[in-house]
C-alpha cells in the first residue's frame, strides 16, 4: 500500500510532441505527489507538485493531471524539447511525514 | 545559497575500507535525507534526520552503514568495511518542514569499491 508505480519505464518521443508519464498509488492518506527530473550526474530537482484538493496545475509546458477516484497522476509535457530528455520520478507523501515514497523513475529521450 | 553540498563527488575505494561520505545541508532546511541510487533498485531512502535526530533508519541496509548529523549544517555517513555491491551514487537531500517546497538534492557522490 506504500507503493508509487509508474508507467512507461522508457520512453521515446519525437520533438514538438507531447510526453505522457503515469503514475498510481494505493494509499488515499498520500496527500502531496511531486515530479522531480533528473538529468545525469545529477540529483533530481522538484519539476512541480500537486495536492488532492485540485485535478490539474500546469506550470510552463509541464502539466500534472490528478484523478481522487482512480488514485492516478500523470505528467504531461507539451511540445517535447531535446533539453527535456531526462529520468522522471513521481513521489507521494502523507501528512506531516515528509518521507517520499517514490516510483521507478522514466527515461525520456526527445528525438530532434 | 549554494545549494546542498556533497562531497566526494567520486571515491573509488578497495573492498573492506572504510568509506565517508560528506552533506552540509541548506541553511534552513530542518529535514535531512541520505538516499542511495542505483539502476536496480532505483532511489531508496537509507535514513532521514529531523532537526539533526534520526527520525527513520530502517532503509540502512545492515550495521557496515552509520550515519550522523551532529548539528544543522553538516551530516556523514560511514561504510565500515565497504563491499563491492555498496557501489551506488549516494544522495544527500534537504528540505523546509515549513513550506512543503520539496527536496533540494545534491549532485551525489559516486561511490565505487573494488
Known amino acids: 500500500q506504500q507503493q508509487v508505480k509508474q508507467s512507461p519505464q522508457s520512453l521515446i518521443v519525437q520533438k514538438g510532441g507531447i510526453s505522457i508519464i503515469n503514475c498510481a498509488y494505493e494509499?488515499?492518506?498520500?496527500?502531496?505527489f511531486p515530479w522531480y527530473q533528473q538529468f545525469p550526474g545529477k540529483g533530481p530537482a522538484l519539476l512541480i507538485a500537486?495536492?488532492?484538493d485540485v485535478s490539474e496545475k500546469k506550470e510552463g509546458r509541464f502539466t500534472i493531471s490528478f484523478n481522487k477516484s482512480a488514485k492516478q497522476f500523470s505528467l504531461h509535457i507539451m511540445d517535447s524539447q531535446p533539453g527535456d530528455s531526462a529520468t522522471y520520478f513521481c513521489?507521494?507523501?502523507?501528512?506531516?511525514?515528509?518521507?517520499?515514497?517514490w516510483g521507478a523513475g522514466t527515461k525520456l529521450i526527445i528525438k530532434p | 545559497d549554494a545549494g546542498v553540498i556533497q562531497s566526494p563527488r567520486h571515491e573509488v575505494t578497495e573492498m573492506g575500507q572504510e568509506v565517508t561520505l560528506r552533506c552540509k545541508p541548506i541553511?534552513?532546511?530542518?529535514?535531512l535525507f541520505w538516499y542511495r541510487q542505483t539502476m536496480m533498485r532505483g532511489l531508496e531512502l537509507l535514513i532521514y534526520?529531523?532537526?539533526?535526530?534520526?527520525?527513520?533508519d530502517s532503509g540502512m541496509p545492515e550495521d557496515r552503514f552509520s550515519a550522523k548529523m551532529p548539528n544543522a549544517s553538516f551530516s556523514t555517513l560511514k561504510i565500515q568495511p565497504s563491499e563491492p555491491r555498496d557501489s551506488a551514487v549516494y544522495f544527500c537531500?534537504?528540505?523546509?518542514?515549513?513550506?512543503?517546497?520539496?527536496?533540494?538534492f545534491g549532485s551525489g557522490t559516486r561511490l565505487t569499491v573494488v
Open positions: 537531500a534537504s528540505s523546509f518542514s515549513g513550506g512543503r517546497g520539496g527536496y533540494t
Open positions: 541553511s534552513g532546511h530542518d529535514y
Open positions: 534526520f529531523n532537526n539533526n535526530v534520526p527520525i527513520d
Open positions: 494509499n488515499t492518506a498520500f496527500d502531496y
Open positions: 500537486i495536492r488532492p
Open positions: 513521489a507521494a507523501s502523507k501528512g506531516s511525514n515528509y518521507q517520499l515514497i
